[in-house]
């Protein structure tokens, strides 16, 4: 689909021009072909009752019949074909124009070999009208392709109607002949100009809603995801046709602290140059008060898609990933940010530069502000946000004690995460995975995964993971040197990676299902009327805070 100088009959519709609506546009093929294959179906079974009912004989093996099915699965065609995987716009169109015409031309023969009636011409007509008029609201297209199509398909039908008249019954007048012509060539001229008018239209409203959602200059195409701050929509520069990534603050966010958080995100993220870190390319706000910004389009997937794809990764893969990770994390530990929402889905592997396996860190959406951190908080003094089985021990007691540490205790669960294909803790509530946080030991890697892990690696999760934040690697570069001096057993290098990518080639570009639930949750709890509690007791019990189950929401 990336062949943006492909001639297409569709090439002035912009809004089809992309991707995503060349994806619209398939859908919409197949969705007309399985309405065509159920309306001609039925009709077929109403025909074969009536047969059988009248005592015709051979019901199911007459030739008109055979054709009906035939006409039923030549629309079903168009249906199959389009389901299979995205298609460039020429693929779209050929497969259009075939089965229009296939269609039309087992129509054309069905009325050759219906029972012999006086006008066959008007038997077709109001069949034919049916089939144009559902193309055109089914089907987005430019008016000039849905006039071509009226012509093309109407065609094969209108000529052999005609021609099964001649010669015309005994006794007809030339005025009835002419009669019949005037009366057949006005109501075709007025339908395929009606076809033609209703693709105007939804052109035009089609058109009208692109334009509604161009973004200062960037163009919204789809919607590829939804966080906890946010909408993300694939995009383009208006003038660069540069692919971007553009998120969103939706009306029912746009709250003056969720806009205050939101615009902060973008400002201090935008301070951020490190090549493991997403990069932010504007921002801006609508006439109409939506916030937004721009960053990179990322190719790859997640961590948390590769585990749940693939299940547990090699050390090597694990320890590339978090070296690249504590280098974007030092950056901005350097400049005074911290991230506050470390996991799987937020660290993406992606094909960047040339390169593949490139770790990305995404969404600095809960970030906080050290420098600023004086000032008025906007998460507020009585709750704290994070993802439950990577928020660490004191961000459930004190929010206002998170510091660069506790982004540490995220990263090294998304460490083990990785290599152990399970979460470090995990229960059937919020409270339970809260409680786990601040008094379980975790299990070594090693037994959790039933297999040796490297003694220092095991060491450098285990102590990211530690209860107390004096026992944690106290900074990210620090970390990143003891990661860089593990032994690893295998290494992942640029022919591994390369394997990888090549083979999950088929999964990595299949087609994203619409609204995809996110498996991790963000946590906002009430901390006004918690109990005191210390951070090392050994049993969980009422000492925990109170989370409300109504507060969590999905990122």
Known sequence: MNAPEERSLYADLPSLASEGGVRFLQQRLGLFGLVGSVVVGVLLAFRTVARIATSQPDPLLHPSMILHLLGSLVLLAAWVLCRKGPKSRRSVER?????????????????????????????????????????????????????????????????????????????????TRIAVAVSVAIWWVLSAALATVTSHVIYGLRREAREARLLGSYVLEEKIGQGGMGVVYRARHASLRRPAA????????????????????????????????????????????????????????????????????????????????????????????????????????????????VPKLLDFGLVKDLVASAGPSITGANTITGTPLYLAPEAVLSPRGVDLRSDLYALGAVGYFMLTGTHVFDGDSVVEVCG????????????????????????????????????????????????????????????????????????????????????????????????????????????????????????
């Open 246 to 357: 553009v998120k969103l603050l939706p009306a029912s966010k746009a709250g003056e602290q969720a806009l205050a958080r939101f615009e902060r995100e973008v400002r201090l993220t935008a301070r951020l140059s490190h090549p493991n870190t997403v990069t932010v390319f504007d921002y801006g706000r609508t006439p109409d008060g939506i916030f937004y910004y721009a960053m990179e389009l990322l190719d790859g997937a997640t961590v948390e898609q590769i585990v749940e794809h693939d299940g547990a990764q090699p050390v090597a893969r694990v320890l590339h990933v978090l070296v690249a990770m504590a280098g974007a994390l030092a950056e901005a530990h350097d400049v005074g940010l911290i991230h506050r929402d470390i996991k799987p889905a937020n660290v993406m592997l992606c094909r960047h530069g040339g390169e593949v396996d």
């Open 95 to 175: 497969i259009e124009t075939v089965v229009l015409l296939a269609s039309a031309s087992v129509y054309a023969a069905m009325i050759v070999l219906s029972p012999a009636v006086d006008y066959p011409v008007l038997a077709a007509l109001p069949f034919l009208t049916l089939g144009v008029m559902a193309r055109a609201v089914l089907v987005p297209s430019t008016p000039g392709r849905t006039a071509f199509l009226v012509m093309l398909t109407s065609a094969p039908v209108l000529a052999v109607a005609f021609l099964a008249h001649v010669p015309p019954p005994p006794g007809e007048s030339d005025s």
């Open 436 to 555: 786990q946080h601040l008094h379980e030991a975790p299990e070594p890697p090693g037994d959790r995964l039933g297999k040796p892990v490297p003694e220092d690696f095991a060491g450098i999760l285990l102590d990211c993971l530690a209860k107390n934040p004096e026992d944690r690697p106290q900074s990210a570069r620090a970390l990143k040197q003891r990661l860089q001096a593990c032994l690893c057993p295998s290494p992942w290098g640029v022919e591994e990676a390369r394997a990888w990518w090549e083979a999950s080639e088929p999964w990595l570009r299949r087609e994203p299902s619409e609204g995809q639930p996110v498996s991790q949750s963000t946590l906002d709890v009430d901390l006004g009327r918690r109990s005191p509690i210390s951070l090392f007791p050994s049993p969980v019990g009422p000492s925990c805070p109170t989370v409300s189950p109504r507060l969590l929401r999905r990122t």
